[in-house]
T-cell receptor
């Protein structure tokens, strides 16, 4: 399975944008990029996913590099509720199943 | 629509015992996956079931098993418990083929003494 590399932790001020980077230099053409986050004492929750083009939804934006070797999750205005561990995950579309390898993720601290 | 529910939420067992955890997926979801979360290893995939068939299996010993029923509810079983099995066990469901979002339950906290 292709691996992802994320910083262990990041810090942001409330109401400022946050850019969470993810490197995946060994990504294959059939790998989707998924982002999940896990708030304290909760199960993970889906944030966003993409293949080649940038994606937006109500929670965040996903910017994917042209060579697909890296991506960035963008939270446009961080709130205290966005403090969580963010996981960048590659999922092989050629695999009919859905087995996620979460890795260590980035722990985001949001300060008022 | 109700979310993924897991029972029990907390469990204490003794080494050598076995345990069964239960998961009820979101209504209409046919795929159920199980994950183990520990401070040292993080979140690790155990197995996935779709329409009562195991589709994927993670790198766990045979002591870990699961099954899915015709109503999509799933159970996982751990036999001959070891101290290292102490973890948060998370269940997740999704609609099935072609769906990209997986919805997680709150987990069952298992402590093995």
């Amino acid at each position: 399975d292709a691996k992802t590399t994320q910083p262990n932790s990041m810090e942001s001020n409330e109401e400022e944008p946050v850019h969470l980077p993810c490197n995946h230099s060994t990504i294959s053409g059939t790998d989707y990029i998924h982002w999940y986050r896990q708030l304290p004492s909760q199960g993970p929750e889906y944030v966003i996913h993409g293949l080649t083009s940038n994606v937006n939804n109500r929670m965040a934006s996903l910017a994917i590099a042209e060579d697909r070797k890296s991506s960035t999750l963008i939270l446009h205005r961080a709130t205290l509720r966005d403090a969580a561990v963010y996981y960048c995950i590659l999922r092989d579309l050629s695999n009919s199943g859905y087995a996620l390898n979460f890795g260590k993720g980035t722990s985001l601290l949001v300060t008022p | 629509k109700a979310g993924v529910t897991q029972t029990p939420r907390y469990l204490i067992k003794t080494r050598g015992q076995q345990v069964t955890l239960s998961c009820s997926p979101i209504s209409g979801h046919r795929s159920v996956s199980w994950y183990q979360q520990t401070p040292g290893q993080g979140l690790q995939f155990l197995f996935e079931y779709f329409s009562e068939t195991q589709r994927n299996k993670g790198n766990f010993p045979g002591r870990f098993s699961g099954r899915q029923f015709s109503n999509s509810r799933s159970e996982m079983n751990v036999s001959t418990l070891e101290l290292g099995d102490s973890a948060l066990y998370l269940c997740a469901s999704r609609t099935g083929r072609g769906s990209y979002e997986q919805y997680f339950g709150p987990g069952t906290r298992l402590t093995v003494t």
